[in-house]
């Protein structure tokens, strides 16, 4: 069967009147820039690109998480605000790595959409040859808004146009969708397109995998505890069958692997990160993942609420994630409704 490129979907999805001109451009060039984040990527050790990022005097350069930067994060959204600068099809742009939204410059004609994204997904993992990725979500820009401040892009998951990851692995991988089911893309490096792999993903209900970081059990709320305990209890627990585990420590290496075979990805409140709310970003990470997840059959929660229900207060606001196959996930946000039930 003839293969059908990135632009050919888009232009499908056009025509169904899914999206509409600039929301096709807008992903056109998101994907462009992700090529460029992948050729910058696959240098290594031979391209400059490893390594903590510095600022003046050579001091460790810090992003609005207080987090050290690595080259190839700030590299990374360079890429994606320059691609994104010139094209009149976004009114600004939020990054994981930027305390404020970054207006489109004056000198170009802005357009209806805010673009939020993590340019660089997983960034501890650089350094060590694992995958790592970028995820972005699309918003639409209030009426009226010429220069949209924060609050215009806190809105809730339910509200995005359009969400998609690149996981920059073995293959370059482009997952996206904008609300009609969940379609996969290939990097095909010959020609330099993204080839459709994969159209309307459905993730199994049923889940025998998966992926939470472990090293954080102490710190769990007894829900937590209680259900992966029984996880770890496979065939002689009370689930009745064995369960694999796997920890990426790249959100979007895991995710891809729920996407591709299904499981259950969990990053959950814990004493060590209860006062931040939780480790992953709602507006740029969670919510993103959540809307790809829920259009492929999975569910996504904050454990106590549907993910892309909750009405953002903050644009680098943190929470919960509980993602990946329904049924599964559906188990474990019952353990914590039935504790929060019984402790108020
Ligand atoms: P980095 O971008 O700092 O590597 O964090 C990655 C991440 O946000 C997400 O991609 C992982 O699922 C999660 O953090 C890993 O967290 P731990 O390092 O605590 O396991």
Redesign the pocket.
């Known amino acids: 069967m003839k293969p059908v490129s990135l632009i050919q979907f888009l232009i499908e999805e056009r025509r169904a009147g899914y999206i509409n001109a600039e929301l096709s451009l807008l992903i056109e060039v998101v994907a462009r820039a992700c090529k460029r984040i992948a050729v910058a990527t696959n240098k290594g050790a031979l391209g400059d690109v490893l390594g903590m990022a510095t600022g003046a005097g050579d001091a460790a350069s810090v992003n609005i998480q207080g987090?050290a930067q690595k080259k190839l994060?700030v590299i990374s959204n360079e890429i994606l605000l320059e691609a994104n600068a010139w094209g009149g099809h976004l009114a600004a742009c939020a990054s994981e790595e930027m305390e404020d939204p970054q207006p489109i410059p004056d000198m170009y004609p802005k357009g209806n959409h805010l673009l939020l994204f993590?340019p660089?997904?997983?960034?501890?993992?650089i350094d060590v040859n694992v995958s790592?990725g970028t995820i972005f979500s699309v918003l639409r820009c209030p009426e009226g808004v010429v220069n949209p401040k924060a609050a215009d892009f806190l809105q809730p998951g339910t509200a995005q146009l359009a969400a998609g990851y690149v996981v920059y692995g073995p293959a370059t991988v482009l997952v996206l969708t904008s609300g009609h089911g969940t379609h996969e893309f290939t990097l095909d490096r010959e020609v330099g397109s993204f080839v459709l792999s994969r159209r309307d993903i459905r993730i199994p209900q049923d889940a025998t995998e998966f992926a939470i970081?472990m090293?954080?059990q102490r710190h769990w709320q007894p829900a937590m505890q209680r259900y992966i305990g029984e996880l770890l209890a496979g065939s002689e627990g009370p689930r009745g069958k064995d369960f694999n585990m796997r920890?990426?420590?790249?959100?979007?290496a895991?995710v891809h692997r729920i996407v591709t075979r299904g499981g259950v990805?969990f990053?959950p409140l814990d004493a060590k990160i209860a006062q931040q709310g939780g480790?992953?970003?709602l507006m740029y990470?969670a919510n993103p993942m959540a809307f790809i997840i829920e259009q492929a059959g999975g569910a996504a929660s904050t454990g106590q609420q549907r993910l892309m229900a909750l009405q953002p207060t903050g644009l680098h606001q943190r929470v919960p994630v509980f993602l990946g196959s329904k049924n599964e996930v559906e188990v474990a946000v019952q353990y914590h409704q039935d504790d929060a039930s019984q402790h108020g």
Do not use: Q
């Open positions: 987090e994060d993590d660089l997904d997983g960034s501890s993992n790592v970081n090293s954080n920890w990426v420590a790249s959100m979007v895991d990805f990053y480790k992953l970003r990470e």
